[in-house]
Nanobody, 125 residues
Framework: QVQLVESGGGSVQAGGSLRLSCAAS????????MGWFRQVPGREREGVAT???????SYADSVKGRFTVSRDNAKNTRYLQMTSLKPEDTAMYYC???????????????????WGQGTQVTVSS
């Protein structure tokens, strides 16, 4: 069983920055993919970024150049650094993990089996 806990959300003005954290505990498979997703009420969950346990990262086009995903293996924590935030980035942000590589999962939320409770990000204009 894997537990994920997000933190770091909050309210910022457009152009600001936030760093989200995702602390993982429990059993982590040797090869896994950690993803960040976001959801606005009434809309489908959207993939934001992934980081593979082997290192590769990927990003949705909407956040490329503004968001950076990273990890601290010693702390079993993944991060999503968000800069140049826009009002359209406002959403509940979730981290998730799934067994296997990120390449085979892409940003498909259905392929991630474990989810955190989410942290709210609100960007005002």
């Amino acid at each position: 069983q894997v537990q994920l806990v997000e933190s770091g959300g909050g309210s910022v003005q457009a152009g600001g920055s936030l760093r989200l954290s995702c602390a993982a505990s429990g059993y982590l498979y040797k090869r896994y993919c950690m993803g960040w997703f976001r959801q606005v009420p009434g809309r489908e969950r959207e993939g934001v970024a992934t980081i593979d346990s082997a290192g590769p990262t990927s990003y949705a086009d909407s956040v490329k150049g503004r968001f950076t995903v990273s990890r601290d293996n010693a702390k079993n924590t993944r991060y999503l650094q968000m800069t140049s935030l826009k009002p359209e980035d406002t959403a509940m942000y979730y981290c998730a993990t799934g067994v296997g590589d990120c390449y085979s999962k892409g940003l498909a939320s259905g392929l991630f089996g474990y989810w955190g409770q989410g942290t709210q990000v609100t960007v005002s204009s």
